[in-house]
Each structure stands twice: as structure tokens, then as C-alpha cells.
């Protein structure tokens, strides 16, 4: 989909699963899941994340699945 971004604003409130692999994503905000707290499985691979902070995260309480691989971190 070529995203740069989490498009947040576009998805449901009760997504569970969200699969973003093969975008050019460089960097998660601390805002970028604010309303995606039903998300279980986040799939980021094949991006261009360098780093992770655990703020880009906070907004996940029932995360239980994070990939991350193939990315330059």
C-alpha cells in the first residue's frame, strides 16, 4: 500500500489484528494507536522502522503478538 504512516484514523476501534508489512513505515508515534486498543496481533514487517520506542506502543494493552522482522532496528 506504500504507507508512511499508521492509518489510524481509517480503521475501526475494534480492529484485532493488524497487518501493515511491506510499507515504508520509518517510525511509530506515540499517537499512532490511540484507538486501536483491541489490537492482539500488529505485523510491521518489511518496513523501514530503525527504531522502536515503547511510548509508539502504550495505546496496546491486549497486544500479545509484535513483528517486527526485516526492518533495520
Known amino acids: ?3 508512511y504512516a499508521v492509518p489510524s484514523e481509517q480503521l475501526p476501534s475494534d480492529t484485532t489484528e493488524l497487518l501493515l508489512d511491506h510499507n515504508n513505515i520509518q517510525e511509530l508515534s506515540s499517537s499512532a ?3 486501536l486498543n483491541n489490537i492482539v ?3 510491521l514487517r518489511f518496513n523501514s ?3 522502536l520506542s515503547k511510548d ?3 495505546h496496546l494493552p491486549n497486544l500479545e503478538n509484535l513483528d517486527v522482522g526485516d ?3
Open 1 to 3: 500500500m506504500n504507507l
Open 33 to 35: 494507536f490511540v484507538n
Open 41 to 43: 496481533r500488529l505485523s
Open 49 to 51: 522502522l530503525s527504531h
Open 56 to 58: 509508539s506502543l502504550i
Open 71 to 73: 526492518n533495520p532496528i
